[in-house]
Nanobody, 116 residues
Framework: VQLVESGGGLVQPGSSLRVSCAASAYTFSGSVMSWYRQTPGKEREWVASILTVTGRTNYADSVKGRFTIYRDSTKNTLYLQMNSLKPEDTAVYYC??????????WGQGTQVTVSS
């Protein structure tokens, strides 16, 4: 197993949650790692990315200023810190890694539900 997400759950609007993606050394070395999310009946939506070499990050407009993507190289783990959560952030969150040769790996996803 190359990517394993965890940390999802049920939270109230306005609260914070951090989801994690434990990677193998191989997938953690990918040129870019990203978070996506998906709700039933909709296409998977890109949320944020981080470049391995430079650490540069990019965010979808819908989460900019609220979410932070970061890596912990000591643990081969990718994180997504989510603050000021809204009901529309409810989705299954997936991590993705692009390794050499353009091969893409996905995790199995973790459910995040924002509801009062």
């Amino acid at each position: 197993v190359q990517l394993v997400e965890s940390g999802g759950g049920l939270v109230q609007p306005g609260s914070s949650l951090r989801v994690s993606c434990a990677a193998s050394a191989y997938t953690f070395s990918g040129s870019v790692m990203s978070w996506y999310r998906q709700t039933p009946g909709k296409e998977r939506e890109w949320v944020a990315s981080i470049l391995t070499v430079t650490g540069r990050t990019n965010y979808a407009d819908s989460v900019k200023g609220r979410f932070t993507i970061y890596r912990d190289s000591t643990k081969n783990t990718l994180y997504l810190q989510m603050n000021s959560l809204k009901p529309e952030d409810t989705a299954v969150y997936y991590c993705k890694s692009i390794v050499s040769g353009g091969v893409v790996y996905w995790g199995q996803g973790t459910q995040v539900t924002v509801s009062s």
